[in-house]
């Protein structure tokens, strides 16, 4: 799995030109990437999207606005489930014991695998002559966290996956995706502006 | 109608296919609850069922994989109602057919149990036991713990069965490619487990085809000496259309499934995607091959949920640390509940080489099986090293058994009739292996043909308990020369005596040289000529130069370090101690640059110049570090300089704790928790940190905490400050129900934090302080407090 050292950097909220952290980021990584197994589900739906959200051929439906107006050219999706594992989590708490900087750079490098595994997945994935979107995960813009329950459900993420959601709708093990990809044949991609779509603003991770 | 123990291990038998598959054929729709079809489907279910039994299987097993009341929280048809109609459907089914049997099928609950996810372990026992009950009361004859993925709810499940059943117990479990658990665990650390636990029959099932279980299949056989079962899908799985199809024809199946079963497997049936068609043809090809059966296997093993540690392939090192005799510092935190300190005290010494550790939390003014119970889980939840109960305690000791993770070592039985009586029963129940100490109640004997009496008596008295000998340690005790010069040849005898005849033997070494000067040398020499006898386990400080010198040095020269590899990594290949260069430096620059090294020493320095310890936290350490929290407030500075230096003050003030004790080191009483139903601490965890550099005593409940132990603490210390964090919309609640209760019931102060909050948020939940930072946190604390 590829390592994106300048995402880990972001997400530890580093200056980027910090030598220091750097060095923390990589002392992190290599203490992280043994514990990672990492794991994905994907399954393909026909869908119709109306004003107020989308519902799948099985009959699921999945109600945001935001949702709606991302995949409002799709016919198709792909709905998508990825972890890293419990031993991932189990090494953040062990590192965060010893010392608060290796525990937030844990944190770091945890988020950015998890992103380049899910991309790697998506990159993977054959989708003939339809392009993949980006990806829309329960909690962005209007979408409740709530509906994570559809698409565990869908997807059998704790068989599958031993992907696991608790009652507060979080995702155990915590380095861990679900998320909905929009297919279409309009000529965008991954590559699209990967936050514009999110009502939250302010966020300090915006990508700007 | 046979009995199903009667046949297994001595004769092949065969489980059903996939009923799930089936279900879906029969027209079962994606995301419906299979177990209603019992009610509104009853014939179909038993026609699936009576396919298999014509086929040839002797065991079916019952739909109600998903019938757990985590699993179906609301459902329609009560857990009981399901389990009945379920079982009779499959009994229906075999219609009196001779060794035709029904299993009470078990899936796993959908939930990771705490501390990984938020599914306490007890409510795992208590929904598995109310399935195991059922299941009997309705006339299943066996029960199938299957698709397991997480070896702590297996113990779960495995509990609840055995406390609410006598049915024999099967367990399956599905691994991946590389032979990992979901959750990580090895085949070995699972089966370890299992055996231990007393069920019956172990093996897998989903996730693989037959091809690949066939790779895993020597490690389980060499795991454990229980009949196997194997379950495999028909093949991996292919997306094809939107549907999961599995491709392994029933022919190609039978063949694969023929090797395996001649390899040593004693049941042999299928999961996903297998049909009544694949099972005739496992029958056909199989049918007059012999069941694999029973195997001998004498290893001593511990496990925990990820790995295994096999103390028969060759000595290992047993870290003796936690344990508060002698500790002041580990005293100090068993009174206040300071688990963090704990499982540093865990790491460090696994970090030097441990391979197994000791857990004894015992002394005065601290009630141990509560607090045994709380430790047990927080060293689990960071690390996989199997761990050693290690107390006299027997309600302590049968909380820790429980609550544990994976197949523990217990230390310690003794030949007293009340240690026998208590210790043992305890010990097959929970499945531990065993420390027997060679004494009794005429106290130790002198020689070792006397404590070799004991140890033989103890064995005898487990194996009637059903304790198999590989799980007895014997202990043959370690006293002091100091006393008598022939104790160290004694305790070596012992060794001696009992590796030959093939058991295993462990010691707290170090008490050998107690009242003598100069520990190390003897304490070390002893080892050597200990492990020289056959010592399988040394209870030793790992961080003792002298003694992991003895070890890694016997383990070279006895052969059990091909090509001296591990001695030539630990001494040749180890990057030479540079002799760290500390440049004299401030404790307060050693701070702001978040240098740790630099800061012990400055710290420690200022203690030997005679500087209170209360003078170096307010005149060098708080200015430091309000000095970077200004700079990462207005952005000069960024969050992993704040964290380092937050890192080398608490490298600072762990000095003057060592020195002068925490109690004179600590200021005001701050609580800290992150609310009920949220698990996610990492930013609770930084501000803990920060607070505690400032000098407070931060109380950490911890996360996904019940409002009532927040109250209960504020209650408890008269905290003037509380502070909360919650990360998610979801758990915003609870924290507003957190706060209305700490309202009702004191009158501190509240500052809360988290990543969807905002001021007007804050407000809008009643909390009295909003803080966007960890620096924040601090700052508005400070202010309650009028710093």
Redesign the interface.
């Known amino acids: 799995m590829n390592f994106n050292h300048k995402e880990a950097m972001r997400y ?4 980027p030109e ?1 030598k ?2 750097d060095i ?1 980021v990589d002392t992190v990584y290599l203490k992280m990437r043994n514990e990672v ?1 990492a ?1 994905n589900v ?4 026909k869908c119709k999207v109306d004003s107020a959200g989308v519902t799948l051929d ?3 439906r999945f109600t945001s606005e935001n949702l709606a107006k991302h995949l409002q050219d799709c016919e198709e999706l792909i709905l998508m489930a990825a972890t890293l ?3 991932v ?2 090494a ?3 590192l ?6 290796e ?3 844990a ?1 770091a490098v945890g988020a950015a695998l998890i992103e380049s595994y899910c991309d790697e997945v998506q990159a993977k994935l054959d989708t003939g002559v339809l392009k993949q979107k980006s990806r829309f995960s329960p ?1 962005y813009g209007d979408w409740k ?2 509906e994570q329950r559809l698409l565990f ?2 997807l059998n993420c ?2 599958n ?2 992907l ?1 959601l ?5 995702m ?3 380095k861990s995706v679900t998320a909905v990809i929009g297919l279409t044949k309009k000529d965008q991609c991954i590559s699209e502006h990967k936050c514009a779509n999110c009502a939250n603003i302010d966020c300090e991770f915006r990508d700007k | 109608m046979s009995n199903i123990r009667e046949l297994l291990g001595k004769q092949l038998l065969f489980f059903d296919g996939a009923t799930g598959t089936q279900l879906q054929a029969r027209g079962l729709k994606p995301g419906e609850i299979p177990e209603f079809w019992n009610f509104t489907h009853p014939d179909i279910v038993g026609a699936v069922h009576k396919a298999y039994y014509d086929a040839g299987s002797n065991i079916v097993k019952s739909n109600t994989f998903g019938a757990n009341r985590v699993k179906l929280n609301n459902p329609v048809f009560s857990i009981k109602e399901i389990i009945k109609a379920a079982v009779d459907i499959a009994k229906k089914a075999a219609d009196g057919r001779e060794n035709k049997f029904v299993a009470l099928n078990m899936g796993p609950t959908g939930k990771l149990l705490a501390p990984y996810g938020d599914l306490p372990f007890e409510e795992a026992v208590g929904a598995f036991g109310e399935m195991a009950r059922y299941g009997e009361e309705a006339g299943a004859d066996l029960i199938l713990i299957e698709t397991m993925s997480d070896i702590y709810e297996i113990k779960a499940a495995i509990i609840g069965c055995k406390e609410n059943s006598s049915l024999p117990i099967f367990v399956t479990m599905t691994f991946d490619e590389s032979g990992k658990l979901l959750t990580g665990g090895t085949v070995a650390a699972a089966v370890a487990m299992c055996e231990a636990l007393g069920v019956e029959a172990v093996g897998f099932n989903c996730g693989l085809g037959p091809e690949q279980v066939q790779k895993l299949l020597p490690e389980m056989l060499a795991g454990c000496n229980l009949p196997i079962i194997t379950n495999p899908n028909a093949g991996l799985p292919v997306e094809r259309d939107g549907k999961t199809c599995y491709d392994v024809e029933p022919d190609e199946y039978a063949e694969m499934m023929y090797e395996m079963v001649q390899q040593g497997v004693s049941i042999a049936g299928g999961c996903c995607g297998t049909t009544p068609a694949h099972i005739i043809k496992l029958i056909e090809k199989c049918k007059n091959l012999p069941a694999g059966g029973y195997r001998n296997n004498n290893n001593t093993v511990v496990s925990s949920y990820g790995r295994a540690v096999n103390i028969s392939e060759g000595p290992v090192v047993i870290g003796e640390r936690i344990n508060p005799t002698g500790k002041k510092r580990l005293k100090e935190a068993l009174q206040t509940s300071d688990l963090d300190y704990i499982c540093r005290l865990g790491l460090e010494q696994i970090n030097a080489g441990s391979h197994i550790l000791d857990v004894n939390v015992g002394t005065n003014g601290v009630n141990e099986p509560e607090m045994i119970a709380k430790v047990i889980p927080a060293l689990q939840a960071i690390t996989d090293t199997p761990l050693q109960i290690d107390t006299s305690n027997y309600i302590a000791m049968e909380k820790a058994l429980r609550c544990y993770n994976g197949k523990p070592m217990l230390n310690s039985v003794n030949g007293k009739e009340e240690s026998l009586n208590e210790v043992l029963p305890l010990a097959k129940k929970y499945g531990a292996v065993v420390v027997a100490l060679c004494l009794d109640d005429k106290g130790i004997p002198d020689t070792a043909e006397g404590r070799i009496a004991i140890a033989d008596r103890i064995i005898a008295r487990a194996e009637k308990y059903g304790i198999p000998s590989r799980d007895i340690v014997v202990d043959p005790l370690a006293l002091t020369i100091s006393t008598d010069a022939k104790n160290a040849a004694t305790a070596c005898e012992v060794i001696r005596a009992m590796k030959a005849r093939g058991m295993n033997t462990v010691m707290g070494v170090s008490n050998i040289s107690f009242g003598l000067p100069g520990r190390d040398a003897v304490n070390s020499t002893f080892f050597s000529m200990a492990l020289a006898a056959g010592l399988s386990c040394g209870i030793i400080n790992p961080q003792s130069k002298a003694m992991m010198d003895a070890y890694y040095g016997y383990r070279a020269l006895a052969g059990y370090d091909e090509g001296c590899k591990e001695y030539v990594a630990r001494y040749a290949d180890a990057p030479k101690a540079q002799a760290t260069i500390v440049s004299e430096i401030s404790l307060y620059d050693a701070i702001v640059k978040g240098l740790l090294d630099a800061s012990k020493k400055a710290a420690a320095e200022e203690l030997a110049k005679g500087a209170a310890p209360l003078d170096i936290i307010n005149q060098k350490m708080i200015p430091a570090l309000d000095f970077v929290g200004q700079g990462f407030e207005n952005k000069t500075m960024f969050l992993p300089q704040l964290l380092m230096s937050a890192d080398a003050a608490k490298a600072a003030f762990d000095v003057i704790r060592e020195s002068v004790g925490a109690g004179e080191a600590q200021g005001e009483t701050v609580i800290i928790a992150t609310v009920h139903g949220d698990i996610h601490d990492i930013g609770k965890n930084i501000v803990k940190v920060l607070m505690e550099n400032y000098g407070y005593r931060v109380i950490d409940l911890g996360k996904d905490v019940p409002v009532e132990t927040v109250v209960n603490a504020a209650k408890e210390t008269g905290a003037k400050a509380v502070g909360l964090s919650a990360l998610m919309t979801t758990t915003v609640a609870a924290m507003e129900e957190t706060i209305k209760a700490l309202r009702a019931n004191s009158d501190c102060k509240i500052v809360v934090g988290g990543a969807v909050l905002t001021e007007d948020y804050a407000q809008a939940i009643g909390a009295d302080y909003y803080a966007p930072n960890a620096v924040s946190a601090v700052n508005q604390v400070n202010e309650i407090f009028g710093k």
């Open positions: 530890l909220r580093a200056n910090d220091t952290a923390l197994q794991r994907v399954k393909r739906y099985c009959g699921v594992g419990t031993k989590d189990t953040i708490r062990r965060a014991l010893l010392s608060v900087a525990g937030a750079a944190q909690g966290l709530e459900s869908l704790e068989k996956i031993g696991t608790t009652d507060g709708y979080m155990a093990p915590s």
